[in-house]
């Protein structure tokens, strides 16, 4: 079971988190701090698995506290709780687990628990995910870290480019030709002047004629005749199949 803290200057505020994590089977002690300075002294006393900071708290902020925690041997996994809308990308430099915002839904406190959970399962316990590897975006007027290997495809729309994930869809405001440029390197492939492709995602790649198109779980993308034969190699002939 985890062990957390909650640092918040607003006690209803710890109530309420309190209250949602203890309904999570997989949380044990929940430790609650007033200010960033008693959860300092707090955990130098008593290491935690995860830390759920407020950003905004008067002395010590949340993000002062998070680089103090950078110093400690055990360093516990972050989560920001917050109403900032625009701390996300100092968030993401300080590389947290998760960025919530307030009310925060219990749905998706769960699966902050579940990215915890992830984290604390590799093999280098303290090592948070790279930055390059987490990307922020916005949901309904609200902000979020994802992980780069969540996403099974991007899309362009005009400057922006959409990314699709197994349950849900982020418009970033990335053209479709950087994010290319810049995961290269992570398995996406451009097929097609509007997509982007994770190739782990790939099911297969369907042939009819001259028309190609992939298949990345419940969905069929395009793929332009001039990218087909780099494709093809890529994926190997093993995930080729004809339409049925």
């Known amino acids: 079971m985890i062990s957390v803290l909650i640092a918040d200057d607003e006690q209803p505020a710890i109530d309420e988190l309190a ?15 007033p200010s960033g300075a008693e959860a300092v002294r707090l955990l130098t006393r008593e290491p935690v698995d995860a ?4 950003i905004h708290m008067p002395g010590l902020s949340g993000f002062d506290l998070a680089r103090a925690l ?17 701390g996300a ?5 300080l590389a947290a687990v998760d960025y919530l915002l307030k009310p925060v839904r219990a749905e998706r406190l769960e699966r902050s628990v579940t990215r915890i959970v ?3 399962g590799q093999p280098a316990r303290a090592e948070p995910p790279a ?4 990307i922020a975006v916005t949901l309904g ?5 994802i992980r780069r290997d969540e996403v099974r495809y991007a899309q362009a729309q005009g400057d922006y480019t959409r990314l699709h994930t197994d349950d849900a869809s982020y418009l970033v405001r990335i053209p479709i030709s950087d994010l290319e440029r810049q995961w290269a390197d992570a398995g996406f492939v451009r097929v097609h002047r509007s997509y982007l492709v994770s190739l782990a995602a790939v099911s297969r790649l369907r042939l009819t004629g001259e028309r190609a198109c992939l298949v990345v779980g419940q969905v069929e993308l ?5 990218l087909l034969p780099g494709l093809r190699e890529r994926l190997g002939s093993a995930t080729i199949r004809p339409r049925s």
């Open 131 to 134: 930055p390059n590897d987490m």
């Open 222 to 226: 395009p793929v332009s005749r001039r």
């Open 19 to 33: 209250y949602l994590l203890g309904h999570d089977a997989r949380i044990g002690t929940i430790h609650q701090a």
């Open 89 to 93: 990308l100092e968030a993401f430099d």
């Open 51 to 54: 830390a759920f900071l407020d």
């Open 118 to 120: 992830e984290s604390l």
């Open 70 to 86: 950078q110093r400690f041997e055990q360093r516990p996994a972050l989560v920001f709780v917050t109403a900032d809308e625009e």
């Open 141 to 145: 007027g609200t902000v979020r870290m």
